[in-house]
């Protein structure tokens, strides 16, 4: 099992998830953060650092968005890692905007 980055980071790209993650198994993406589900050990460290609550344990990711792990599987091995914060994305179609 693993934790999936869905929707929410979608254009907005946090980064406060990445700093806590004790395996760097983060991907940095054009839009969106990725997750290695071959890295990812299920501490659960980065899901209440995410300020627009886009990781989910794959058991509990909402239906809309059951794609994201099969998405993040893909993407994650051709993306660079990311282990430091950076500054967020907030794009235009950042609906998840860090209150």
């Known amino acids: 099992m693993t934790h999936v980055v869905a929707a929410p980071c979608f254009d ?5 998830c990445v700093v806590v993650c004790p395996v760097e198994c983060f991907y940095q993406g054009d839009q969106v953060l990725y997750i290695d589900p071959d890295e990812c050990i299920d501490c659960e460290a980065c899901v209440p650092e995410c300020p627009v609550e886009a990781i989910f344990h794959e058991d509990d990711l909402p239906e809309q968005w059951k794609e994201y792990t099969q998405l993040n599987a893909e993407m994650a ?3 660079p890692v990311i282990t430091d914060k950076h500054e967020a994305k907030e794009g ?4 998840g905007r860090k209150k």
Request: proline share 8%; charged share 25%; with cysteine.
């Open 12 to 16: 907005c790209k946090y980064t406060d």
């Open 77 to 79: 091995p051709q993306s």
């Open 92 to 95: 235009e179609q950042c609906v």
